[in-house]
Every structure is written in structure tokens, then in C-alpha cells.
């Protein structure tokens, strides 16, 4: 399958609508560990093939360190999920998904706050360098 942005708004799509079914499940005020493990089982319902705590080498000047980034979810093995049950989000955040994107070397990824109201507002995309050079269709 060829990787173009057209493909990562329809997966982008299809992930939220995931998202918000396990909000309308469970609602807000739970912990991000147990939306994490739903959104997860929901997303593979719907025959995507997603994976949690995928780990991710970090490279420092050619060398890996000890510890290595572990993502909440990939999905179809080019999309991050992040997974968040907090009051209020911070722009740590965002900057934590843009790190994890580049050095996954992935496109695109989408902040996911499940402690809100309605689950849209806690929905934030990201995408990168990568996500710019790709065909629209």
C-alpha cells in the first residue's frame, strides 16, 4: 500500500471514531493506561492492525542509550496515538508527539485527551516534515 495523505486522513478518521467509542463507553475521569488498553482492543474490532508500547530505539550522535521511547499505539505500523487522561493539556505534549514522530520516523500522529467532555475536543493531529512530502493521492 502506498503511504499517501490522502490514506493517513482516512486512517486519522478511523482512529477517532475508535477514540470516541471508547469514550462514549467508559467517559471521562478514568486512568490513561485503561483508555490506552480500550482504544487498543477497539481499533483491532475495526481490523486495524495496531500495537501497544511499541518500543523505539533513541539514537544520541550515533549511539543508542540505555532506555529506549515507548509509544502508546502504532497503528498500521505509520500512525501514533497518544494516549492522555489529563485536566488540561500542555504544549509538552504536542512537543512530546512531534519528538516521537521524527524519531519513529512516522508522518503523522494524533493526541488523544479521553478526560474531556466530548471526546472531539480532546483530539489534537500532528504531522511533520514527512507528512508535507507525501503524494496527495
Do not use: W
Not at 462514549?24 to 482504544?39: D, F, H, R
Not at 533513541?58 to 521511547?69: A, C, E, F, N, P
Amino acid at each position: 500500500m502506498k503511504i499517501t495523505k490522502q490514506y493517513l486522513k482516512k486512517l486519522n478518521y478511523q482512529i477517532v471514531a475508535a477514540a470516541i467509542e471508547v469514550h462514549k463507553e467508559l467517559g471521562p475521569g478514568l486512568l490513561e493506561s485503561i483508555y490506552e488498553e480500550c482504544l487498543y482492543q477497539e481499533l483491532l474490532m475495526r481490523g486495524l492492525n495496531s500495537k501497544r508500547q511499541v518500543k523505539v530505539p533513541v539514537i544520541y550522535k550515533g549511539k543508542q542509550v540505555k532506555d529506549d521511547l515507548r509509544i502508546d499505539i502504532l497503528v498500521n505500523d505509520i500512525f501514533i496515538v497518544e494516549v492522555k487522561s489529563v485536566l488540561e493539556m500542555h504544549p509538552i505534549f504536542q512537543a512530546q508527539l512531534m519528538t516521537y514522530l521524527k524519531l519513529a520516523e512516522k508522518p503523522k500522529g494524533l493526541l488523544i485527551n479521553f478526560n474531556v467532555e466530548k471526546l472531539i475536543d480532546g483530539v489534537t493531529p500532528i504531522v511533520n516534515k514527512l507528512f508535507a512530502k507525501l503524494p496527495n493521492y
